[in-house]
């Protein structure tokens, strides 16, 4: 399979130069199916389940998860800090007043003050623009930050929800096998009453069948800390979601086209690579802010200001003093200082070039680990179907031969047991499909809709 990916709206960036892929990615993901998608850019994919108990939750989840929340506030409070290193490039200006009385040699003097000073340092070197590109690259990274927990936290939702579902289509297949199993272990004991079975057989009934009984209290259980999962997910109480989570849903429909993508299209899609490459940019401006430290600064201050002992105008000419002061900063040793923050910058950008290496690397193992789940246990889910038919006929088989007296009853036991099992294992699969399925919509960075 081959998918192509889109780039999602607010994440697109520069690609990286190729000196920081180290191997390359490979040229494209293939598999046996011929295939191709294309990954939108909203979340538009999650209604292809049909299921809108699901969208209900993942909307809740947009709007009152706690980590969500979080990520949003980092994002602004990075969008603050541009406006931070903005505000140098304009002068600064204090104004200032004041009073003072003193007495000497028998006179009383009093003191009024008012004053202004300014002081803006002149971008000569592109110190303060170096400042500014780092918090911006910091700023989208934290954006790339807020878009990943969306999409983490849609995930952790829908799978959540996909477990809630199949451990309650689990108690759903134990309570119908103990009615059934209950059935079958009153035909044993009629035909026990009547002389034409052992106690063994009986037992032997009644020991599957309150075997089987005995697993729903822990699936019930399951049920509940399910519920529980999805009320944090959602910063709502487990009460007000049980009335939209009751049981008797089915499982949503795990088949969809899947295919797999452009590797190198992933610099475009996913929220951690976009993050980590700003997280880059934003060291090499930090380099660059090191290096300029070597070079001179060139700053105008200012001030102006009236002193009046109370003897005429207090703006009078006389009393009016002001200055103007270019000053230019270089400094020549500082203890090798520079030379050090300098070298820790240039450490901290490779450092982070290594992580960007590895998370990109990290991306397609994830990838590709996801779609090779999601083949496999959709293959895997027509075997389960098949032994589950085969179980049901083998099960009515034997009861059918035990009510007449030609076999006896350990093909049926097993037949039971049987059963159960293959039941189960559908219910597994369907949900380790849908499970890998959401997975892969984690891993490429968002929803993703065939052609």
Known sequence: MIIAVASAPGLMAAAPAPRLLSPELPAAWRYT?????????????????????????IAMGEQANYDLAGAMHRMEAARRQIQVSRAAYFP???????????????????????????????????????????????????????????????????????????YQAEVAVAEAHVARQDTIAGLAQTRFDCGLASKIDVDQARGILYSTRASLPALRASVRSAINALGLLTARYATELEPMLAAGTALPDYRRLVATGIPADLLRRRPDIVAAEQNLAAAAAAVG???????????????????????????????????????????????????????????????????????????????????????????????????????????????GLYTQGLSDFTNVANAQVSYLEYTNAVVAARGRALSALIDLYRTLGGGFATD
């Open 289 to 399: 802010i090191a290096k300029k430290d070597f070079l001179p600064s060139l700053a105008i201050n200012g001030s102006v200001g009236v002193q009046s002992h109370g003897h005429g105008p207090f703006f009078s000419r006389d009393n009016l003093a002001y200055s103007i002061e270019p000053t230019l900063t270089w400094t020549l040793f500082d203890g090798l200082a520079r030379n050090a923050r300098a070298a820790a910058a240039r450490e901290q950008e490779q450092a982070l070039v290594e992580q960007y290496r590895y998370t990109v690397m990290n991306a397609y193992n994830e990838v590709d680990n996801a779609l090779t789940a999601y083949t496999e246990s959709v293959r895997s889910i027509a075997d389960c179907e098949r032994a589950e038919t085969a179980a049901a006929e083998f099960l009515d088989l034997s009861v």
């Open 92 to 166: 600064q200006i204090d104004i200032s007043g004041g009073y003072s009385r003193s007495r000497a040699d028998g006179l009383s003097l009093n003191t009024y003050t008012a004053s202004a000073t300014a002081s803006w340092e002149l971008d000569i070197f592109g110190r303060l623009g170096a400042a500014v590109k780092r918090d911006k690259a910091q700023y989208r990274a934290s954006r790339a930050e807020w878009t990943g927990t969306q999409v983490s936290v849609a995930a952790e939702i829908a799978s959540t929800y996909i477990q809630l579902r199949v």
């Open 33 to 57: 199916e011929a295939a191709e998608q294309t990954l939108p850019t909203d979340d538009a994919w999650w209604r292809g389940f049909d299921d809108p108990v699901l969208d209900s939750l």
